[in-house]
């Protein structure tokens, strides 16, 4: 399974029988910020429905979608279906809704919700994701210099530079695939 991600904010947007559904497509980082946003900008919207996923740092993904106030199931879970489905990872989607006067129903209410955050999702650029993990390497003075140029060269990042009596340690960050080079 080839996961996805975003790194900025994407909209999506659908209108069903004068209800508007607002979708924001985010990188799991700005959700509570980017939630408390959409609740002061948006006073007068009947709901903000959530969906997330994240990868945890023992690979289990913690993933919840939740309804705020519609009826149980009709459009956290569908939310978070569709981000399922688009194999997104590190991604919330935030759905505001404005009632335009008439009930959707149940199946109306899930077809709005997926159908908003899909939009959201065909207007995003999504990347590859891959998980950046930390490290620390270890080596003496004589082959510190070799050990900074091949750390250089697979484009990790050097977070920090701790020298002791021996040598250096190093720590390291990138993806994982090409930590395991190093």
Do not use: W
């Amino acid at each position: 399974m080839a996961l996805k991600t975003v790194t900025r904010e994407y909209e999506g947007f659908l209108e069903d029988r004068k209800s508007r559904f607002l979708a924001h497509l985010v990188p799991v980082d700005d959700f509570d910020r980017r939630l408390e946003e959409l609740r002061k900008e948006h006073r007068k919207a009947a709901h903000i429905v959530t969906a997330h996923r994240r990868l945890l740092e023992d690979d289990r993904i913690e993933e919840s979608g939740k309804d705020d106030g519609e009826p149980a199931g009709t459009s956290g879970m569908p939310t978070l279906r569709v981000l399922q489905g688009a194999e997104l990872i590190n991604c919330a989607v935030l759905i505001v809704r404005y009632f335009g006067g008439t009930k959707l129903g149940g199946g109306g209410l899930a077809r709005a919700y997926s159908g908003a955050a899909q939009d959201a999702i065909n207007n995003a650029r999504l990347v590859p994701f891959r998980k950046i993990l930390t490290r620390t390497v270890s080596a003496d003075f004589a082959s510190s210099s070799d050990l900074e140029g091949r750390i250089e060269s697979l484009g990790l990042t050097v977070l920090a530079r701790d020298y002791t009596e021996d040598g250096v340690t190093l720590t390291v960050e990138g993806p994982d695939e090409v930590l395991a080079k190093l």
